[in-house]
């Protein structure tokens, strides 16, 4: 079934839910943001990549800023660059290319968010799109990415899951971990109060609190 244009999910939530499921409910139900040194820097390098120019070098179109759409995933987005590499007679080959400020990652979620490029450009232009590429800004490597059948099966979950919240709007409880440090969301995520779990936890506690403590001032 295809969304329609007011059920469409922007393509970068589907990052923020692989790297993790409270940081996407935050940024796309809550419309909690802060920007810290590393947010910063990696808009700054989107920013530098999306407003340069397209070129063409060695049989290799490159279109910058690229609107993407998949409707039966129900996403959209924009793709950083997208090249169109030459086949004699056959139509250029696509191939989106992610910038990241940082390095590559131990988990999942930049390839997720790829590989859903990917998924709009073959619906958008009838063409398979075979892989995609990521270029890390702090190592200045770029790093080739397949798209599989397992990566593919994982991103169209991902996508059900995503729709799945934002429908629900539902932000799940906080699970912090060693990757909490770098995200600019923490003191929105993990209130460091009486150690609870989540703020609304704490606000609640607090209120019963405070109405235990009207009713022993109150009493006879």
């Known amino acids: 079934m295809e969304a329609d244009d007011s059920a469409l999910a922007p393509l970068s939530a589907l990052q923020h839910l692989a790297f993790c499921a409270r940081q996407c409910a935050l940024i796309h139900l809550e419309d ?100 995609g590429a990521l270029f890390y800004g702090e190592t200045r490597r770029r790093q080739e990415v397949a798209f599989d059948a397992a990566l593919r099966a994982r991103t169209e979950a991902l996508a059900g899951e995503l729709h799945a919240m934002l429908a629900a709007r539902v932000t799940p409880p906080p699970e912090p971990a060693p990757k909490c440090r770098s995200c600019s969301l923490e003191p929105f995520c993990l209130p460091t109060l009486s150690g609870a779990k989540s703020a609304a936890a704490w606000l609640d506690r607090m209120l019963r609190a405070d109405a235990q403590g009207t009713a022993e001032e109150n009493a006879p």
């Open 32 to 131: 909690a943001w802060a920007e810290n040194a590393l947010t910063a820097e990696g808009r700054v390098l989107h920013e530098r990549v999306d407003n340069a120019p397209g070129e063409t070098r060695r049989g290799v179109r490159i279109a910058r800023g690229v609107p993407l759409l998949n409707r039966r995933l129900g996403l959209v987005g924009r793709a950083d660059v997208v090249e169109f590499h030459a086949r004699r007679g056959l139509p250029p080959l696509p191939c989106p290319v992610e910038y990241k400020r940082g390095k590559a990652k131990p988990h999942d979620a930049d390839r997720v968010q790829l590989c859903a490029q990917g998924l709009c450009l073959e619906e958008m232009l009838g063409l398979e799109v075979p892989g």
